[in-house]
């Protein structure tokens, strides 16, 4: 439910919802609330200085247990401290709050010293207390658990012997610690909300008062789906404050007004346009533009069974040919995934087989005739076998001689990638005697419509984190109704699952992922058709000293932590950034190195750069936050 260069945004689904493409070019409408704002320069009237994003998707929660879209992600991050952060140059884990840790022999105490500088919004002190009672509440279920449970997997008890050290204990050991990627709530604020309160708890500034955080910023304006989001610095941040004053967000609905908008100097920062706005954007003055990698993939999901998760009988109206696996596993190979990276995604992808990307070592591929090609011969003779054969007029019939009927492509319509994607597949399945139709709809009604069961496809993207325990819980069984998307259930998927959560050894760990992934391709709950990227661009007349993640060749913004927003500086007072490469420079230096996938452009550039595939938000999708009550 997301994607990279294109689609509509996850970490959950979400974020790789950047699917905007070829053909994209038409005149799209800003949301309500911007339509009506006057236009401006991005910089306040005042000489505050005024970072403006303009992005596609809205902020679907500032509740960081009920938030699924990656914009609400990456506001928690501004809002909220970490136990941990991560390396800019390749992601690898590094102190935060954490300022060191160390395990027990076994693997089964793990024990970190917290900081004692850091401090919430409202003067009163961080704690290891906090750190706990945030962790306990995920330990104790509900949403919260929902949402960041996986990282907890068998840890038992979790407390605050004194204010600067926490101690998680386990009931087995961690192949994932200390990745712990939670945002830390303040107690003091928090434990007023009840378990019950959590699913309807915005979290919202309210009285003029700003939501009480430790981040480098405090959230003082906006709501949830709101088409306009304001932070401003925290003077007193323990890291030192940034050199921004207010950070604003704007949504707009399509990426040419967002586009336009950069142009006219309105936003200064345009997230999730299409490789072809990329390439448009060259030789434009004061404007640099990038393809960033990204590792995340689009897909195209399969309804393959929802069930009551109380009764366990089936609910919705899927379609009965998707119930099995070897149906979905042929219809892989009527897919032309290279005609899609050229003619959807302009060239900015590489073409998908499974759902931990290759930017990972635990990436796994199916090789020779195993793997997916298009083949549209080979796809009718694996449904002849299965006994989907062809009827009289030309269409398939399920096995007891029955029609297979029509099977609803749904397309997210914010989203031209989607809908190109699912255009196109209508077209091949046509080519081996299935008959189809698109359906296009807003992700927050799909994202009721898949908890519902009432679908048959439909088109959305993942980020997958440095570690891919998340990613591969959501195909879990526990999962269904939760982040499942596809209802997809595997014991065997599921043993696997939980033995990779223990086996710490770090070679054997990956080769069981491996397992899994191939079992999820060969049951095909997902047709995986890209690896994105993403497209941004900036003003370089306005701020400089932006790095990328992983350095170099990947992402601006979106990152894993807030380097560049504690660490951009406007062009003018920039100088050489402290010594550290900017974006312009670390292109150049990309370009030497010969290294390539990402592509730059930006004034006086109108070059085409390359990077190692690399690791951002593992930020994913859906809707609203009331969709998963």
């Not at 689904?13 to 038409?26: D, E, M, N, Q, V």
């Not at 609330?33 to 500032?62: I, K, M, R, W």
């Not at 020779?368 to 549209?376: N, R």
């Not at 009604?445 to 997958?464: E, P, R, S």
Request: hydrophobic residues 40%; proline residues 6%.
């Amino acid at each position: 439910m997301g994607s990279g260069a294109s689609t509509g945004n996850r970490p959950r689904k979400s974020r790789l919802a950047r699917g905007l493409a070829a053909g994209a070019l038409g005149l799209g409408l800003l949301a309500p609330g911007l339509a009506l704002a006057p236009a401006g320069p991005a910089q306040a009237a005042d000489d505050d200085v005024t970072f403006t994003v303009g992005v596609l998707n809205e902020a679907d929660s500032f509740n960081p247990f009920l938030g699924i879209e990656a914009t609400s992600f990456e506001m928690w991050a501004l809002m909220y401290d970490y136990l941990i952060t991560y390396s800019m140059d390749d992601m690898a884990v590094e102190p935060s709050l954490a300022t060191s840790w160390e395990t027990s022999e076994d693997g089964l105490t793990w024990t970190f010293d917290i900081t004692d500088e850091a401090t919430w919004s409202d003067g009163e002190p961080l704690t290891a207390e906090d750190v706990a009672f945030t962790y306990n509440r995920v330990l104790d279920g509900g949403p919260e658990r929902a949402t960041w449970g996986s990282y907890l997997a068998n840890v038992t008890s979790i407390t605050a012997p004194d204010a600067t050290t926490l101690v998680l204990e386990l009931e087995k050991p961690s192949s994932s610690l200390p990745l712990l990627p939670i945002p830390i709530i303040p107690e003091h604020v928090w434990a007023d909300v009840s378990e019950k309160d959590v699913k309807s708890y915005k979290n919202e500034p309210e009285g003029g008062e700003p939501v009480v955080g430790s981040g480098p910023f405090r959230l003082v304006d906006g709501s949830a789906g709101g088409s306009t989001i304001k932070f401003e610095a925290n003077p007193d941040y323990w890291k030192g404050a940034s050199h921004l004053d207010e950070v604003v967000f704007r949504v707009y609905k399509s990426e040419d007004p967002l586009v336009q908008a950069l142009k006219k100097g309105e936003v200064d920062f345009a997230d999730g346009i299409s490789a072809l706005q990329v390439r448009a954007l060259e030789g434009e003055d004061s404007i640099i533009a990038q393809n960033g990698d990204s590792p995340g993939f689009d897909e195209i999901a399969f309804n393959v069974g929802a069930v009551d998760l109380k009764t366990g009988d089936p609910i919705g109206d899927g379609n009965p040919a998707l119930l099995d696996a070897d149906f979905r596993h042929a219809l892989g190979y009527s897919i032309d995934n290279d005609q899609l990276i050229e003619k959807v995604y302009q060239g900015a992808g590489l073409p998908g087989s499974t759902i931990v990307p290759p930017a990972y070592q635990y990436h796994w591929a199916p090789e020779g005739e195993d793997a997916f090609s298009y083949d549209p011969e080979k796809a009718g003779e694996l449904l002849d076998a299965a006994g989907y054969t062809e009827g009289g007029d030309g269409l398939r019939t399920m096995p007891d001689g029955s029609p297979i009927g029509t099977l609803r492509l749904i397309a997210r319509a914010e989203s031209p990638t989607s809908l190109d994607t699912m255009n196109f597949f209508k077209e091949w399945l046509g080519d081996i005697g299935i008959d189809s139709e698109v359906v296009s709809m807003e992700s927050s009604k799909l994202t009721n419509v898949i908890l519902d069961g009432d679908f048959d496809a439909f088109q959305w993207g993942w980020y997958v984190e440095p570690d891919p325990t998340s990613m591969l819980s959501y195909m879990t069984c526990d999962q269904r109704g939760n982040w499942s998307d596809s209802w997809y259930c595997s014991e065997e998927y599921d043993a696997l699952y939980e033995e990779q959560l223990t086996e710490t050894d770090p070679d054997a760990r990956v080769e069981i992922v491996k397992e899994m992934q191939q079992l999820v391709f060969e049951d095909s709950p997902y047709l995986v058709t890209a690896y994105n990227t993403v497209g941004e661009a900036f003003r370089t007349d306005r701020f400089a000293c932006l790095v990328q993640q992983p350095n170099p060749g990947g992402v601006w913004l979106f990152q894993y932590g807030v380097y560049n927003y504690l660490n951009m500086q406007p062009a003018a007072d920039a100088g050489d950034c402290g010594g550290v490469a900017d974006a312009t420079e670390a292109t150049s230096a990309s370009e030497e190195s010969g290294i390539s996938t990402g592509a730059v452009v930006g004034i006086g550039l109108g070059v085409v750069v390359v990077a190692a595939l690399g690791v951002v938000v593992a930020l994913r999708r859906r809707g609203t936050a009331g969709d998963r009550e």
